[in-house]
């Protein structure tokens, strides 16, 4: 994409998570801290999946691909971040801010469709085990993925491509430690209506399809086990669903939390705290969540670890 528009502003500065010089340095850790584990974390439950043969499953597929988006996610946005808290002027390129928001906004929509994959790839074990190795072969586990990959991939040219188009004459100060669609939205001296209505098209368009998707799969799963009558079934299905839940719950929950309170002109602070739960705190903790709840990833770790010692 050429990152040409009518702009005066070549280059923008973000303004970071705080102004306030005390709470620098001690921040500054706190996100490096949260940066080694996510990218550890991640990195561990890449490599445990791909070492253990037991685990190439569809499930354990979708959520190599979930750590993996993850672990990208840290990659686009925290260093920069992190030099805002060591900086005077944390300044980035009019095309760097361009590719942040483009890769930032890729990997947020791909991800909101592998969890979407992934309570279908649930539905199936769940609701249809005997035709499950069928079902989600590997032709389909690829296909679903692309998607998710295909789509994300467009939604993100809709929001980048939108972002270009804008004029940037005065100011080139971002309120926030990202670029970010609203932010920036809010400093383009053009006529943004069109650009805002297209975004919340794009974003609406994600989220309703996804959650009706994710929404159907767990209310057929619900009635599966409302009809299973011993206590290890439903133990059985609660653990085979219950990190996906979480995962879920934590990603739309932050981000739909992030976007309502963004959306108005007096509240990009409070949005810019907000935000910090899906593009900080849930990577870090998906990789803990999906390996302290289930047993075959800690018998995959205990082994692992028994073959490094020997």
């Known amino acids: 994409m050429a990152m040409e528009n009518d702009s005066l502003v070549t280059e923008f500065i973000l303004v970071g998570f705080t102004d306030i010089a005390e709470l620098q340095l001690p921040l500054f850790f706190l996100f490096l801290m949260n940066y080694v584990v996510t990218v550890m974390g991640n990195l561990s439950l890449l490599n445990l999946i791909c070492l253990n043969s037991?685990?190439?499953?569809?499930?354990?597929?979708f959520i190599v691909n979930l750590s993996f988006i993850d672990l990208c996610h840290s990659f686009i946005l925290t260093p920069k971040m992190l030099m805002s808290f060591v900086s005077e002027k944390n300044i980035i390129s009019f095309a760097g801010c361009m590719s942040q928001l483009f890769f930032f906004c890729f990997f947020v929509h791909s991800e909101c469709y592998v969890l979407t994959a992934m309570a279908y790839d649930r539905y199936v074990a769940i609701c249809k085990p005997l035709l499950y190795t069928v079902t989600m072969s590997p032709e389909v586990c690829f296909l679903l993925m692309f998607s998710s990959y295909a789509m994300g991939f467009a939604g993100a040219m809709v929001h980048t491509g939108d972002m270009v188009r804008l004029s940037f004459c005065d100011s080139n100060i971002i309120n926030h430690y990202m670029c970010d669609i609203f932010p920036l939205l809010q400093l383009s001296c053009s006529n943004t209506y069109s650009k805002e209505l297209v975004d919340s098209i794009v974003v609406g368009t994600v989220v309703i399809i996804s959650s009706f998707i994710i929404f159907i799969s767990?209310?057929?799963?619900?009635?599966?086990?409302?009809?299973i009558s011993s206590n290890e079934g439903w133990s059985k299905a609660f653990s085979t669903c219950g990190s996906h839940i979480i995962t879920v719950a934590l990603?739309?929950?932050?981000?739909?939390f992030?976007?309502?309170k963004i959306s108005s002109v007096s509240s990009v602070s409070m949005g810019k705290f907000s935000s910090v739960f899906y593009t900080h705190v849930v990577p870090?903790?998906?990789?803990?969540?999906?390996s302290l709840r289930n047993k075959d990833v800690k018998h995959a770790l205990k082994k692992t670890l028994r073959r490094i010692a020997n």
């Open 54 to 61: 037991h685990l190439h499953t569809p499930m354990y597929f």
């Open 284 to 290: 870090m903790l998906n990789p803990l969540i999906y």
């Open 218 to 227: 767990y209310a057929l799963i619900l009635s599966n086990i409302l009809h």
């Open 258 to 260: 992030t976007h309502l």
């Open 251 to 256: 990603f739309y929950g932050s981000g739909l």
